[in-house]
C-alpha cells in the first residue's frame, strides 16, 4: 500500500504518517466476567494544519446478532507524538506562542530522534468517557507500534483501572490492533482487538 504524504505534513509526522486518515471495521470485546461481543469501530487520525502530532479519536459501538449497530461502548479522544524535549519552538505551556525557528524542519533533523534500537519513542495521552485518562509511552518501529501505559489517572467515581497495552500495525493495508488491560482487580489480560480498513 503505498502512502502519500501531505507536502503540508509536520516532519516529526513521518513515521506516524501510515496511520494517518479514517478507518472502520470490526472486532472482538470481552474481559473476565464479561461476554465476548463483537463490536464496531470508526478510527480518526488527523494531523491538524502542520502541527507535530496527531489528533485521535476512536468510537467503538455494540453489534446487535444481525451485525447492526447497538448501544455505544467508549469514545477515545488524544494525542499522538514523538518523544523529545520540548523547546521555544513549541507553543505552550497553555496557549504560549513559539519564540525559536522549528528544530525539526525536515525528516534528516527527526532522524535523530531515533533512539538506539532505531526507533522512534513515541507517547500517547487518551482521554475516556467515565473518568479515566490514560498516558502511554512506546515505539515505532515501521509500520507497527507498541504502547504501554505510565501513568492511569481516575475520577473518584471511575471504575478501578491500573494499566494497559496496545499494539497497532499495518498488514496488508489494514490497521490491526489489540488491547490488552488490567482492571476491575484483574492483571493484565486480552480486552479487545478489532480488524479495521481505510475508508479515506
Given at each position: 500500500?503505498?502512502?502519500e504524504?501531505?507536502?503540508?505534513?509536520n516532519?516529526?509526522?513521518?513515521?506516524?504518517?501510515?496511520?494517518?486518515?479514517?478507518?472502520?471495521?470490526?472486532?472482538?470485546?470481552?474481559?473476565?466476567?464479561?461476554?465476548?461481543?463483537q463490536?464496531?469501530?470508526?478510527?480518526?487520525?488527523?494531523a491538524?494544519?502542520?502541527?507535530?502530532?496527531?489528533?485521535?479519536?476512536?468510537?467503538?459501538?455494540?453489534?446487535?446478532?444481525s451485525?447492526?449497530?447497538a448501544?455505544?461502548?467508549?469514545?477515545?479522544?488524544?494525542i499522538?507524538?514523538?518523544v523529545r524535549?520540548?523547546?521555544?519552538?513549541?507553543?505552550?505551556?497553555?496557549?504560549?506562542?513559539?519564540?525559536?525557528?522549528?528544530?525539526?524542519?525536515?525528516?534528516?533533523?527527526?532522524?535523530?530522534?531515533?533512539?538506539?534500537?532505531?526507533?522512534?519513542?513515541?507517547?500517547?495521552?487518551?482521554?475516556?468517557?467515565?473518568?479515566?485518562?490514560?498516558?502511554?509511552?512506546?515505539?515505532?518501529?515501521?509500520?507497527?507500534?507498541?504502547?504501554a501505559?505510565?501513568?492511569?489517572?481516575?475520577?473518584?467515581?471511575?471504575?478501578?483501572?491500573?494499566?494497559?497495552?496496545r499494539?497497532?500495525g499495518?498488514?496488508?493495508g489494514?490497521?490491526?490492533?489489540a488491547?490488552?488491560?488490567?482492571?476491575?482487580?484483574?492483571e493484565?489480560?486480552?480486552?479487545?482487538?478489532?480488524?479495521?480498513?481505510?475508508?479515506?
Amino acid at each position: 500500500m503505498a502512502i502519500e504524504l501531505d507536502p503540508n505534513l509536520n516532519s516529526e509526522l513521518v513515521p506516524l504518517s501510515w496511520l494517518i486518515g479514517s478507518w472502520e471495521g470490526v472486532g472482538v470485546v470481552g474481559y473476565p466476567g464479561t461476554p465476548e461481543r463483537q463490536f464496531g469501530q470508526r478510527i480518526d487520525f488527523a494531523a491538524p494544519d502542520a502541527a507535530p502530532y496527531l489528533h485521535y479519536t476512536a468510537q467503538a459501538w455494540l453489534l446487535d446478532d444481525s451485525g447492526a449497530p447497538a448501544e455505544t461502548l467508549t469514545l477515545e479522544t488524544g494525542i499522538w507524538q514523538l518523544v523529545r524535549d520540548r523547546a521555544d519552538h513549541d507553543a505552550g505551556p497553555g496557549m504560549m506562542v513559539p519564540t525559536a525557528p522549528n528544530l525539526y524542519p525536515d525528516a534528516a533533523a527527526v532522524e535523530g530522534l531515533r533512539n538506539g534500537d532505531g526507533d522512534f519513542e513515541l507517547e500517547v495521552e487518551i482521554v475516556h468517557p467515565g473518568g479515566v485518562m490514560e498516558l502511554y509511552v512506546g515505539r515505532v518501529r515501521g509500520p507497527r507500534i507498541d504502547l504501554a501505559t505510565d501513568v492511569v489517572a481516575r475520577t473518584r467515581t471511575a471504575k478501578e483501572y491500573s494499566a494497559s497495552t496496545r499494539m497497532y500495525g499495518l498488514v496488508e493495508g489494514e490497521l490491526m490492533w489489540a488491547w490488552d488491560m488490567a482492571a476491575l482487580g484483574h492483571e493484565l489480560t486480552s480486552h479487545a482487538s478489532a480488524r479495521l480498513k481505510k475508508v479515506s
